[in-house]
């Protein structure tokens, strides 16, 4: 009852809207969502370059995702990729997707985290209550964000930050929780002893990681996310990176 549907909306096959919810076209919600009372999806970006009645692709929300209370997702800048959020996805009370943001799946948002324009969070993240990620930042595949964590750069895969751009481990409890094989656990392990921890500049990182990853898939997708960054990699410890070169 009470909901809002307004332009070109598509609901799949049992997606249920509890109450109170607000939807501005194009959007499109996969099979099984639910989407909680206050929620907002499809509304205008927060981008003074755009334009009111400016065309746009909207949002796209993949399947059995749980949108829950006072959820706002934005629409997307421009006309031809959606602002998307992936399958098997929760996104808690208060939490913000701005426009272009792209949610894979399986990806866990807790109350009050804010993710601004462009940014990319990858399959099987965790990120905890009240986290901060800067536009166009990446946050890698099965990385997690302990809460409060503000980021400004980009946090590889597998990795576990804390404070202000600060890595302080690995996601050693989501990559077994995730049915990893221990084989590539270790990988990862000797490819951040070796490597991440020692913050190389970008170009000497890259190089040793795909060295590393020759005969693991895990190191691998690590080695390729930092050769494809276009902001600073987030480093360990907290100390300043040393750039690309």
Known sequence: PYCVVRGAVKLCDGVRLVSNVSMQGPV?????????????????PQDYKFKPGTPTAGVVIGENTIIREHVTV????????????????????????????????????????????????????????????????????QAMCSGGSVLTGDLPPYCLCAGRNMVMGLNMVGMRRSGMPSEEIEAVRMAYKRVLRHNPPLSE????LDELGVNSVAVKQIADFIGEAKRPIVPVGGRKSQGRD
Do not use: F, W
């Open 28 to 44: 499109v919600i996969g099979a099984g969502t639910v989407v909680y009372p206050g929620a907002a999806i499809g509304y205008e």
């Open 205 to 208: 990182m890259k190089a040793q």
């Open 74 to 141: 934005h629409a997307a800048s421009n006309d031809h990729t959606p602002t998307r959020i992936g399958n098997r996805t929760m996104m808690m009370v208060g939490s913000h997707a701005g426009h272009d943001v792209r949610v894979g799946d399986d990806v866990v948002i807790v109350n009050a985290t804010l993710l601004a324009g462009h940014v990319v969070v990858q399959d099987r993240v965790t990120m905890s209550g009240s986290v901060l990620v800067h536009q166009h930042c990446r946050v890698g595949r």
